[in-house]
């Protein structure tokens, strides 16, 4: 027996009713799943003007049983998401985080995840960040920073461990540690463009001395692109000349990194 | 089911559920004028933000990153 809603569809594209649900159908493009759960789908835009009329008509009573209607762009990205959790070890992170981390920034740490398997499959990642950015301000963008430079792995998560294994670990003494960590990332400096090679060189100074105070033995500092890099090497070079520094430069495709040894100072 | 639409034809999407823009952009209702709230993240929505209509109870989509997150992780719920 076919539900209430198919029979209303019948009604504005007859040619329905010809069709054989368990195959592809061209004219309104649903598609059928055996599964239990309701796949199907139709493509607005597929319709003629008298169909899309109609089915405009009806479509309030469609999502009485859970029906959605959906942007084309925002359910290719819906499809997309959960492959791109699925990579490598991408859950399994998002797992450990879940209920150590606040939930605003497991989420910040969610998109992250997708931002960086989007970058890494060549696309442009800025309007992503500007949304990370617009809801969870700096401190989003920062989590974003410390993912993709691979810091929740090597930093974060040996932090928690770390704390944890202790019989008086309390919660609350990670989360102001984290919070330190993301708000003020002590051993790393992200450069962005707005960033001058006087800031930037600026910035290592002040990390080289907040170093020395947590006992930090690196300081990281990162960069994406042919400009960033530049700037980043203008300023080591001119620090060189101030101060002995111990370098080593890792550079992968559009991503540099310097890393300068702090053990001796 | 799923009715899928091209970001064009949102405006008409809306007028069909009662709702249309104010002069800001936001989405509104037509009768009440009152700003929709997107569930996700309780804030208003711009037409250039309107992801679609969720899970029957008229949940108004935003297109960011973390609204489509939490839309996929509801739907896992009701898989």
């Known amino acids: 027996m076919t539900p209430k809603w198919w029979d ?27 599964r239990k759960t309701d796949n199907r789908s139709i493509d607005f835009g597929g319709l003629n003007s008298e169909q899309q009329e109609k089915l405009l008509k009806t479509l309030p ?51 992250s995840v997708y931002i960086k398997e989007a970058f890494d499959a060549g696309g442009d990642v800025q309007p992503l960040k500007r949304e990370v950015r ?22 974060i998560r040996p932090m928690y461990e770390n704390m944890s ?14 919070d330190i960590v993301v708000e003020q990332f002590p051993f790393a400096i992200f450069v962005s463009k707005e960033m001058s090679v006087a800031e930037i060189k600026k ?22 692109g042919t400009e960033n890099t ?21 550079s992968k495709g559009a991503l540099y990194v310097v890393k300068i040894d702090l053990s001796g100072k | 089911m799923k009715i899928i639409f091209d970001k064009s034809l949102a405006p008409r999407i809306l007028r069909a559920f009662g709702k249309t823009t104010d002069q800001e952009g936001y989405l509104v209702d037509e009768n009440t004028k009152k700003r929709i709230i997107s ?41």
């Open chain 1, 8 to 34: 209303s569809l019948v009604k504005i594209a007859p040619a329905l009713e010809k069709i054989d649900l368990r195959v592809n159908i061209k004219l309104l493009d649903v598609k059928v799943d055996n």
């Open chain 1, 61 to 111: 009573k469609f999502f009485s049983d859970g029906h959605e209607i959906i942007e084309a762009e925002y359910e290719k990205r819906s499809k997309d998401y959960p492959k791109k959790l699925g990579i490598g070890n991408n859950r399994k992170l998002i797992d450990y985080f879940a209920g150590k981390i606040p939930g605003a920034d497991l989420y910040a740490l969610k998109a």
């Open chain 1, 134 to 155: 617009y809801r969870y301000g700096r401190r989003g963008i920062n989590i974003s920073n410390l993912y993709t430079a691979g810091y929740f792995e090597t930093w």
């Open chain 1, 165 to 178: 294994n202790k019989g008086d670990f309390d919660r609350s003494n990670f989360l102001s540690a984290f």
């Open chain 1, 203 to 224: 910035q290592i100074k002040e990390k080289i001395s907040e170093s020395q105070k947590y006992g930090i033995e690196t300081l990281n500092i990162h960069g994406i």
């Open chain 1, 230 to 250: 530049l700037n980043i090497t203008r300023a080591i070079e001119t620090l060189k000349r101030e101060m002995a520094l111990k370098l080593d430069i890792d």
């Open chain 2, 39 to 79: 569930k996700s993240d309780d804030d208003e929505i711009r037409l250039d933000e309107f992801a679609g209509i969720a899970h029957g109870s008229e949940a108004y989509l935003k297109s960011d990153i973390v609204s489509l997150i939490k839309y996929v992780e509801s739907g896992k719920d009701k898989k």
